[in-house]
């Protein structure tokens, strides 16, 4: 089987699980239902290994290795990132996208550490001030599963704001990030900016033969929340640290959720650079057992 430049070699695999025709209803549900999961976790890949990686250092890693825990995690993931590449597990688009994401979770970086929001507390030869570099493979993780999660489980979209607001919602968010340390912060009337504009919006999602729909909010919440989760194995890991944790761990404080809930948007907007939002007419995927109005593109 030839692979486009647009296709990775999970599309096989993909290919071969989405054939499969259960022969009672019951089993349909079931194998619908694994091969969600399955999509899920070939799209949650890269962020599970890094996560992974961080987790098995905070045990195994020598405290005298020559080699630094924090430069092992960055070659470790650039490794990982030049193999997808290599092996055509991933599409040069999404690399790009990811790419965007090192930089702009790095900037972020270099500032919050600056003025105290949370440290590293260990030494490496990589790192720009006081930010290791594999720090930006951890918000390139997030970019990585949800250009995965687009183009893996077909997303389209109902309803979906113009894009210029999306954009703008975008650069308001990150820019609040910044500004907070200096002025009100405006969180709350950025979360009701998310409510208005993406609050009509539903996501269409094919994880067999049939199309699920859920609110778009209600998906950015559940995303956020394995973020949130995931953090808190991170700073248990002591790869990160909060300043209420320099001391011993506790959990990240609850009001982190909503911080990765608007950095969800960002997310989700700088994503729409390789995937742009597919708007189908709405009785196509309402219309039980009907494939929607095609859309030209690039199938991976």
């Known amino acids: 089987m030839t ?3 647009t296709q990775t070699r999970f599309h096989r695999i993909r290919t071969l699980l989405e054939q499969r025709r259960p022969r009672s209803r019951t089993r349909e549900i079931i194998w619908e239902v694994c091969l969600f999961g399955f999509k899920q976790a070939w799209a949650c890949f890269f962020g599970a290994l890094m996560l992974g990686l961080v987790l098995a250092t905070k045990f195994l890693w020598p405290a005298h290795a020559p080699l630094a825990r924090y430069d092992f995690l960055f070659l470790a993931a650039l490794s990982v990132q030049v193999l997808l590449l290599v092996l055509r597990m991933e599409t040069v688009r999404e690399a790009k996208v990811i790419l965007v994401f090192h930089v ?3 900037l972020m970086e270099l500032f919050k550490t600056h003025v105290g929001s949370w440290s590293y507390p260990g ?9 290791p570099l594999f720090s930006g493979f951890m918000y390139a993780s997030v970019g990585s599963y949800l250009a995965r999660a687009t183009r893996i489980l077909d997303m389209r979209y109902t309803r979906y704001p113009r894009r210029v607001w999306t954009f ?6 990150y820019a609040n990030f910044f500004a907070h340390h200096f002025i009100v912060d405006l969180r709350w009337v950025l979360f009701a900016a998310v409510a208005a504009a993406f609050g009509p919006t539903w996501v269409y999602y094919k994880p067999h033969l049939k199309w699920r729909r859920m609110p778009l909010v209600m998906g950015f919440g559940l995303v956020a929340l394995f973020i949130f989760a995931a953090e808190n194995i991170g700073t248990f890991a002591q790869a990160w640290v909060y300043p209420n944790q320099k001391h011993g761990w506790e959990p990240v404080r609850l009001g982190m959720f909503g911080s990765w809930l608007l950095l969800m948007i960002i997310s989700f907007v700088l994503v729409t650079l390789a995937h742009g939002p597919e708007l189908p007419p709405v ?13 030209v593109q690039p199938e991976a």
Not at 123 to 131: L, S
Not at 168 to 173: E, K, N, S, T
Request: net charge negative.
């Open 123 to 131: 030494t490496c030869f990589f790192h720009v001030g006081h930010v």
């Open 104 to 106: 702009v979770g790095t």
């Open 3 to 5: 692979l486009a430049r």
């Open 283 to 295: 009785e196509a995927l309402l219309s039980e057992g009907s494939a929607p109005v095609p859309v």
């Open 168 to 173: 703008a919602l975008a650069a308001g968010i």
